[in-house]
């Protein structure tokens, strides 16, 4: 009788059949039953018996590697949290689509272009898609530069608090175009874990940390 058959247990009895996920517990008790139903007048196989001991060690070994598994990434995931927690309070530069306005104060588009360009444009959105605002600078040079922009639309009428998108493109004097990333800057207020992984918030956005381009310490005058 194999022990992942189900195994007759005489007199009107029976054993458990195996689950579909089959624990040391089951198994064991699925041997011990083979071995008290098998027939006196033809024991199982010795060979047969081994397989299946050897059967129950493995599966004895993988229960253990998997809980060692487990705690190993528990331990992981609690030392990321730790080196989380350490950001809070510092300034970070992140790479962004989004501009968050607080509805008064101007706020600055932070790009970085590859080589210099004639113009540089940026498209605003707001959160339904519309464009609000289209802000253009002429002849900026490589490297980083600033995008300076009001919170008003193209009619000049100030734009309600909240996270906006923004499109940036370059092109130089023969408008061809120019590679251009958008960074964002700002300090790191809070930090959760709702979605099961560490967001930093920023202003009005929730960062990821491989957004994160780079990390320094407030100045004194912040």
Known sequence: MDVASVVNAGAGGSVEAPKATMGKNEFLKLLLAQLSHQDPTSPADSQAFVAQLAQFANVEQLQGVNTSLETLLMAQAAGNQTQTVGLLGKDVTFKTDKVDFDGVASTDIVGQL????????????????????????????????????????????????????????????????????????????????EKGFPELQVGGLKLLMNEIISVKEPTKEN
């Open 114 to 193: 590859e080589k210099d360009a004639a113009t540089v444009k940026a498209v605003i959105t707001d959160a339904n898609g519309k464009v609000v605002r289209t802000v253009d600078i002429n002849d900026v040079k490589a490297g980083p530069f600033d995008l300076k922009w009001d919170g008003t639309d193209d009619k000049g009428v100030k734009l309600p608090k909240g996270t906006y998108k923004v499109q940036l493109t370059a092109a130089d004097k023969e408008g061809k175009n120019i590679p251009v990333q958008m960074n964002g800057s700002g300090r790191v207020t809070g930090i959760t874990y």
